[in-house]
């Protein structure tokens, strides 16, 4: 095992908080040590953390590696040696058994990134659509980007909302909502597809 896999499978987000002096309180809300936070608005949880302020996401040795300043590989190497972790050290009974189950809890990280990824884009583009095709006049007809906007907003970012704060069990959930009849690669096939009527609809305009 390399030493990412030996921190992520050792060292939970919340130890590496409380360990580098960031309190995070039983809710699991923190000040945020990325900008000048004045009231709670990082979630830190088991595997992942997240600043409703700023935007920063990640898993444990991102966190590590924001508030020090230092590449992730770096970060992996200070979590290890801060925690006392060792690749030449025997696993104990209960790092194995983390181990075990590591290759399922991964795949759900990942898939987990992927889906945060292509929803916070598309709740993004919704809220621009929302934004520039609103109609001026009751008159005007609504633009179709405008419609999707109303129709598909509020249910996206209670998606997002729940892959930011929620728990392991309902995040889960919006994972395999997405997963589910390839919604997800539709989705990524979807937004790619904007972009790149965009970018010819800006290209004739120039």
């Given at each position: 095992m390399n030493v990412f896999g030996t921190v992520k499978t050792s060292i939970n987000t919340r130890e590496a908080a409380a360990r580098y002096?960031?309190?995070?309180?039983?809710?699991?809300?923190?000040?945020?040590?990325?900008?000048?936070?004045?009231?709670?608005?990082?979630?830190v949880d088991d595997d992942h953390y997240h600043c409703f302020a700023c935007g920063e996401h990640g898993d444990v040795i991102d966190f590590t590696a924001k508030l020090f300043g230092l590449k992730l590989y770096e970060a992996a190497q200070k979590l290890a040696y801060d925690f006392g972790i060792t690749q030449d050290k025997p696993p104990t009974k209960a790092m194995q058994e983390k181990?075990?189950?590591?290759?399922?809890?991964?795949?759900?990280?990942?898939?987990?990134?992927?889906?945060?990824?292509?929803?916070?884009?598309?709740?993004?583009?919704?809220?621009?659509?929302?934004?520039?095709?609103?109609?001026?006049?009751?008159?005007?007809?609504?633009?179709?980007?405008?419609?999707?906007?109303?129709?598909?907003?509020?249910?996206?970012?209670?998606?997002?909302?729940?892959?930011?704060?929620?728990?392991s069990y309902e995040r889960?959930?919006?994972?395999?909502?997405?997963?589910?009849?390839?919604?997800?690669?539709?989705?990524?096939r979807y937004l790619e597809k904007v972009k790149k009527e965009e970018k010819h609809i800006g290209e004739q305009q120039l």
């Open positions: 002096g960031v309190e995070v309180n039983r809710h699991g809300k923190a000040l945020c040590p990325f900008h000048n936070d004045r009231n709670p608005s990082l979630f181990q075990n189950m590591k290759s399922e809890a991964q795949r759900l990280r990942e898939n987990e990134k992927l889906c945060f990824s292509a929803l916070l884009e598309y709740m993004k583009l919704l809220q621009e659509w929302k934004r520039l095709y609103a109609p001026r006049t009751p008159e005007e007809e609504w633009h179709p980007h405008f419609i999707e906007a109303c129709d598909r907003l509020d249910y996206v970012e209670y998606l997002v909302d729940t892959l930011i704060g929620g728990d889960n959930e919006v994972i395999e909502l997405l997963m589910t009849d390839s919604k997800l690669k539709k989705l990524q």
